[in-house]
């Protein structure tokens, strides 16, 4: 299994701004996510987070909106930019253990943001 | 494109009552599956993962059961309890892309 830490739990933000979400894991994980889950929705995924690399980014979101992060094997960033009220979601970082067809999925306590 | 829906949306059931939540796939090609509870305003919980050489995982009083011919998921709750109320979510590891899909959740609510 995987601990993971995700700070801030919840943040209240104006629009225009930005915030940086933080994503500790308790051991190295290979393949670590970022997903946002929007109210009343269920989960979907906005990029891989690539250790050293450019993160792969889903249809849909764009490094501008989201930069990601990834120093090392156990920590990740996730930045929304320029928010608006429409990013006023619950972010989570995840990570899958074990393989890409055999692991399975952990997620920190999520990020909740709201946007005014 | 793999879509993953959950049947009922949302349940009320009174304590004690034995319950089961579905979840069907879209395309059938899928290696694990993954079921997951949620608690309103926090993360998930990973309850049990079925791999894909297995068809069904224990745990304590959830049993969760795939059958990939059909592409359908079913998680079995026994003698249900108000602590069990939340959302509970599946989640298909898709061959191809080998990422997790979501399905659109139940919201079970116990009532004592």
């Known amino acids: 299994s995987a601990v993971i830490s995700q700070k801030p739990s919840r943040d209240i933000c104006q629009r225009g701004t930005s915030l940086t979400i933080q994503c500790q894991v308790d051991?190295?994980?290979?393949?670590m996510f970022w997903y946002r889950q929007q109210p009343g929705q269920s989960l979907t995924l906005i990029a891989t987070a690539n250790q050293g690399s450019e993160a792969t980014y889903e249809s849909g979101f764009v490094i501008d909106k989201f930069p990601i992060s990834r120093p090392n094997l156990t920590f990740s960033t996730l930045t929304v930019s320029n928010m608006s009220p429409e990013d006023s979601s619950i972010y989570l970082c995840?990570?899958?253990?074990?393989?890409?067809?055999?692991?399975?999925?952990?997620f920190g306590e999520g990020s909740r943001l709201t946007v005014l | 494109k793999q879509e993953v829906t959950q049947i009922p949306a949302a349940l009320s059931v009174p304590e004690g009552e034995n319950l089961v939540l579905n979840c069907s796939f879209t395309d059938s090609a899928i290696y694990n599956l993954q079921w997951f509870r949620q608690d309103p305003g926090k993360g998930l919980t990973s309850l049990l993962l079925i791999q894909s050489s297995q068809r069904e995982q224990t745990s304590g009083r959830l049993n969760a059961s795939l059958d990939k011919s059909s592409g359908r998921s079913t998680l079995y709750i026994a003698a249900s309890q108000p602590g069990d109320s939340a959302t509970y979510l599946c989640?298909?590891?898709?061959?191809?892309?080998?990422?997790?899909?979501f399905g659109t959740g139940t919201r079970l609510k116990v009532l004592a």
């Open positions: 989640a298909g590891l898709t061959s191809g892309t080998y990422k997790y899909i």
């Open positions: 051991s190295q994980v290979t393949m």
């Open positions: 995840s990570v899958q253990t074990g393989t890409t067809n055999t692991g399975e999925l952990f």
